[in-house]
T-cell receptor, first 112, second 109 residues
Framework: DAGITQSPRHKVTETGTPVTLRCHQT?????MYWYRQDPGHGLRLIHY???????DKGEVSDGYSVSRSKTEDFLLTLESATSSQTSVYFC???????????FGEGSWLTVV | EDKVVQSPLSLVVHEGDTVTLNCSYEVTNFRSLLWYKQEKKAPTFLFML????IEKKSGRLSSILDKKELFSILNITATQTGDSAVYLCAVENNNDMRFGAGTRLTVKP
């Protein structure tokens, strides 16, 4: 299994509070991704990173920000959580664009 | 707009049956199509397809891509209860990867 650790694995938070999810990898892969998975939608890309301090928006980036200060860590921040952001969040990594993507185990976020 | 459509959305079969899962796509600057299996946790990689007509095979699973008709199929022969999962199709173009909604396969004893 690829060395990907997500934290926290489960979180319940209140509407309007900030939330940060962390993804840590031990593979030294260049690319890191944050996806959300919702019924009927499959996995949708939120943001991705192609290097330290290099990030770009994905399909559903509104309401989310990311940071990558080190190769091994990719943070996803919800500045002010909303109920529509209740979802399962998956971090993923790949050695380079076009390479297989490997997923973390997911973070279950509930916004009440 | 780029899209990936999987069918059927769900499927119930009995052990020993053969199933075919479908994935059609409309994506600009196509690079590859990938199949993933998702059980209770994260998706796990099955196949990556980049060329038309070349079958990829792993045990009872096989997959093929048709870049002219823009679809792929995933076949599972002699299904087992352990094959029960959601099967995700994803299409990559440049730095983006679009996923289908998945096909939920249930294999009954």
């Amino acid at each position: 299994d690829a060395g990907i650790t997500q934290s926290p694995r489960h979180k319940v938070t209140e509407t309007g509070t900030p939330v940060t999810l962390r993804c840590h990898q031990t593979e030294n892969h260049r690319y890191m991704y944050w996806y959300r998975q919702d019924p009927g939608h499959g996995l949708r890309l939120i943001h991705y990173s192609y290097g330290v301090k290099d990030t770009d928006k994905g399909e559903v980036s509104d309401g989310y920000s990311v940071s990558r200060s080190k190769t091994e860590d990719f943070l996803l921040t919800l500045e002010s959580a909303t109920s529509s952001q209740t979802s399962v969040y998956f971090c993923a990594i790949s050695a380079d664009s076009g390479n297989t993507i490997y997923f973390g185990e997911g973070s279950w976020l509930t916004v009440v | 707009e780029d899209k990936v459509v999987q069918s059927p959305l769900s499927l119930v079969v009995h052990e020993g049956d053969t199933v075919t899962l479908n994935c059609s796509y409309e994506v600009t600057n196509f690079r590859s199509l990938l199949w993933y299996k998702q059980e209770k946790k994260a998706p796990t990689f099955l196949f990556m397809l980049t060329s038309s007509g070349i079958e990829k095979k792993s045990g009872r699973l096989s997959s093929i891509l048709d870049k002219k008709e823009l679809f792929s199929i995933l076949n599972i022969t002699a299904t087992q209860t352990g094959d029960s999962a959601v099967y995700l199709c994803a299409v990559e173009n440049n730095n983006d990867m679009r996923f289908g909604a998945g096909t939920r396969l249930t294999v009954k004893p």
